[in-house]
């Protein structure tokens, strides 16, 4: 998301999540400051700082268990390889944030650490045992965090700085997005989906098609579609009849956009559509042109949103955001509760929140899940730069936005297009630039 988006009141909140996990990696790999303790070997110097054998060893377990779950099977010279760039990266990074003269003051850093006290059920006494129980010396625990607070800074900060967005950029974006307006009408369509379990015998999918042949002919009878999705369907638009929402076409399965076409609002498809998924009566409710350019869909949703790091893998923060949502869908838990007590970012006390906000603000690929979710409905886990969100769309809107916003709104989604490159780029710098002596030490 933006600079503006989410902005990272407490950006070593990310430490929140991760703080549970410390205890299971070697006290070297557990924070961004090395201190090389006696007895431990020098990997590397970087820059004006030291990376110690146990962190790689720390970050070599890590990264072969990332490679299993994928299936890989990586030699233990090329995990050391992988291990030890990517830690000099981070030092790379850190001596950058020291030096840029960005500050960090003490009261903010005061907040952080009572934060991350309270979202443990901690009291301030209990994180230093707790601390010094996983050997972490406190104040080691608060330079870390310090750290990774400047580093945030200092990346929007001089990223932005690189990306460069011209006026002629900026008219294409424009004109690219009117020839794709005027191409994509608003659908909403109503759904009676009758599942067909993966692998089904020739029994069972005749079954399912002989009951949505049924729902089909009753609502040609005249039965409310509504009442008919609400009493058969299988998908989580059954409570609303069967009504997915007004949402562009090209937001919805190609499936769905073809099923409806050459019907008017209100007609219903005359036969049951078949998919991978099992039968599906279709009505088109409404059809609705294509926005004007200067009219654009603004979205209220809200989010939790783990920071993953080290000691939290984005795996983990997704099982995590996995079990918050079934406790939500359960009725075990509120959205906005779970958000204000573990989301890591400025809207955990407004519940998640986000507001209003228009295309182009969020990073693409939380603005992509966002836009592909029903009115109340809930993503899976969505992986960005800035962590991994549980996202969940509360309202829609289409307003009138005047020359100077629209052209603002494909600067900002312009910006975002660039960013992932100016980062790379901006790292790439940085690494060149470091001075970095290796030093032999033996696995």
Known sequence: ????????????????????????????????????????????????????????????????????????????????????????????????ARESGAKVDEPELDRVVANIAAQNKLTMEQLRERLKADGMDYRRFRDNMRDQMLMERVRESEVQKRIKISDAEIDKYLLDQLEKANKNPQLNIGQVLISVPEGAGESVVAERQARAEGALARIKAGEDFAKVAKELSEDSFREKGGEIGLRLAERLPDLLVDGVKGLKSGELRPTVLRSPSGFHVLKL???????????????????????????????????????????????????????????????????????????????????????????????????????????????????????????????????????????????????????????????
């Open 1 to 96: 998301m933006t600079d503006r988006s989410f902005r990272f009141l407490a950006s070593a909140a990310a430490f929140c999540a991760a703080f549970a996990a410390m205890s299971s990696l070697p006290a070297q790999a557990q924070g961004s400051t090395s201190t090389v303790r006696p007895g431990d070997q020098i990997a590397a110097v970087v820059n004006s700082d030291l990376v110690a054998a146990s962190e790689v060893l720390g970050r070599i377990a890590q990264l072969r268990e990332e490679s299993r779950r994928r299936g890989e099977v990586l030699e233990l010279e090329e995990l050391r390889k992988q291990a030890l760039e990517a830690l000099i990266v981070d030092r790379v990074l850190i001596t950058n």
């Open 285 to 443: 409710i409404e059809r609705q042109a294509p926005l004007a350019i200067n009219q654009v869909t603004q979205t209220r949703s809200r989010h939790v949103l783990l920071r993953t790091s080290p000691q939290l893998t984005a795996e983990v923060a997704a099982q995590r955001l996995m079990e918050f949502k079934r406790q939500i869908e359960s009725g075990k838990a509120k959205f906005e509760d779970i958000a204000r007590d573990n989301s890591e970012d400025g809207s955990a006390s407004a519940g998640g929140d986000l507001g209003w906000v228009g295309p182009g603000n969020f990073v693409p690929e939380f603005e992509e899940a966002m836009n592909a979710l029903p009115l109340q409905g809930m993503s899976g886990a969505v992986q960005s730069r800035f962590g991994v969100h549980l996202i969940q769309v509360l309202e829609r809107r289409v307003v009138e936005v005047d020359v100077k916003q629209q052209r603002e709104q494909a600067r900002s989604a312009l910006r975002e297009q660039k960013y992932e490159e100016a980062y790379q780029d901006w790292v790439k710098d940085l690494r060149a630039k470091a001075f970095v002596e290796m030093r032999e030490w033996n696995l």
